[in-house]
């Protein structure tokens, strides 16, 4: 993730901080602090990109028809959420569809909303689910997965951290296995293959940082809902490799990399996090764009991470607010870097799929 989360709850704070601050000021200091935080926030809180500019990208495929044989559908769910499917078995990345309100995620606790949870696995009929892959357990990726795993029955894959996100909510060891990064696991005509990856990079708003604490990177003990947004650590961060037959998919939700890590690795098609890209400098998106892209060479590249998780699934996805992204740059940082070569750019809407290969 971006952990735009983070980044939220961070301005959040400081914001409710400094309004606390305010309460002995006198109220023309007050008024014009209340009007100063409400054009800001009207501002950074708009979409930072107008999806009818990218209308050409998007496939527009409700994937209500068979899947042909042999092909693989995958659905997307927001964030990095995309469900895959060859007819027989499917296998899902992180499943988060609670997605708590930004107010709600930077004052109160959250937690898994059984209603919102239940009604998107009806929607993408999540009906063979044998596996369930968390990238790492910031609360827009893990929170909902123990919850789909117990209502599915599928198995939930993840670090330690995600594990004691599992045990909170109630899942047994049996349900649940630790990542062993570059061990093949092999589930239906899939088999994932783990690898070690970086979070997107740290952050720092009004003086505080969105890092993960050296002294405590991982959830130590279960994690039992509700919690705040900050409780979920990231535990590591991890991208997919998923062969299926003669075919390859890698998808990496963070925006960061391990140096070399892919590149004994190619790819038909590459799910590619996007969220704060253009955040970063330009020899940064360079060598992302090289250890990815130019390494896996894909034919098909879906960006994901793109959307803002704040709003609910059940309606069209907008892209990640002024506040801590910038999606029209994102995209034309991809999209110059990919120009004349043989790759095709497909977006996709929440519930949308495409057959891959
Ligand atoms: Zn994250």
């Known amino acids: 993730m971006v952990c735009h989360d983070r980044f939220f709850v961070i301005f959040l704070m400081v914001m409710a901080e400094k309004t606390n601050l305010l309460k002995k000021q006198n109220l023309s200091s007050i008024l014009l602090y209340v009007s100063f935080v409400f054009f800001f926030s009207h501002c950074v809180l708009s979409p930072s990109g107008n999806l009818t500019n990218y209308d050409s990208y998007f496939p527009h495929h409700n994937g209500t028809d068979p899947i042909p044989k042999g092909k693989v559908r995958a659905t997307f769910l927001g964030t990095s959420s995309i469900l895959l499917d060859d007819g027989e078995t499917q296998i899902l990345t992180d499943g988060f569809f609670s997605r708590p309100s930004i107010w709600k995620t930077a004052f109160s606790k959250i937690e898994s909303d059984p209603k919102t949870v239940l009604s998107v696995i009806e929607k993408a009929k999540i009906n063979r689910l044998q596996a369930i892959f968390v990238c790492h357990s910031h609360y827009d990726h893990v929170m909902d997965a123990p919850f789909v795993a117990k209502q599915t029955k599928a198995k939930l894959y993840g670090s330690s951290s995600t594990l004691n996100v599992g045990t909170g909510a109630g899942l047994t060891s049996e349900q649940m296995q630790k990542f062993i990064p570059g061990k093949p696991i092999t589930i239906g005509k899939f088999t ?128 990640n607010l002024q506040l801590g992204d910038d999606f029209d740059a994102n995209m034309s940082s991809i999209l110059k870097r990919t120009e004349g070569q043989k790759m095709e750019i497909k977006l996709l809407q929440g519930f949308e799929s495409i057959d891959l290969f």
């Open 192 to 319: 994932i293959t783990v690898l070690e990856s970086k979070h997107t990079p740290p952050f720092r708003i009004l003086g505080k940082t969105n890092a993960t604490d050296p002294n405590h990177p991982n959830i130590e003990s279960p994690l039992i809902q509700p919690v705040k947004a900050m409780d979920f650590i990231e535990g590591g961060t991890f991208d997919f490799f998923i062969q299926h037959g003669k075919n390859k998919i890698l998808i990496k939700s963070s925006t960061n990399f391990v140096e070399g890590a892919l590149d004994k690795f190619n790819a038909d098609v590459l799910f590619l996090g996007i969220a704060q890209i253009s955040l970063q400098s330009i020899s940064f998106q360079d060598e992302y764009l090289n250890q990815t892209i130019q390494t896996l060479k894909p034919k098909l590249i879906i960006p994901i991470h793109w959307d803002n998780f704040f709003k609910s699934l059940s309606e069209p996805l907008e892209p």
